[in-house]
């Protein structure tokens, strides 16, 4: 599919503040990370283990989760890498001046 026009309607969703973040799936998680990342204010991780949720979430400041689908087939996967993102919040400190970095003028 067309996976961009869906990613657009899910920012949309994350800049009206219908909701906090976002989860995309793709393949390889690539195309749909890279799709997401062109938009101003999102900050697209691909997540592919515990370790790179918890560190998107920490270091990151991510607001929008890409997946390989081919590692999160499951329910239960699924739920297990929502609540570490939920039990973690932004560490701020030295990653803050990256975060603002990343932020340009772009869709």
Do not use: W
């Not at 991780?45 to 689908?69: G, Q, T, W």
């Not at 990653?95 to 603002?100: G, Y």
């Amino acid at each position: 599919c067309d996976y961009s026009y869906y990613i657009e309607q899910a920012v949309s969703s994350i800049r009206d503040k219908t909701c906090d973040f976002a989860f995309s799936f793709c393949r390889t998680g690539q195309g749909v990370n890279m799709c997401a990342n062109k938009f101003r204010s999102i900050r697209s991780a691909l997540v592919y283990d515990d370790f790179s949720a918890k560190m998107a979430i920490r270091h990151n400041c991510a607001n929008f989760f890409s997946f390989p689908e081919r590692l999160f087939v499951s329910e239960e996967r699924c739920k297990q890498v929502l609540n570490i993102l939920l039990e973690n919040t932004f560490d701020g400190g030295r990653h803050q001046i990256r975060v603002q970095g990343l932020e340009y003028e772009n869709i």
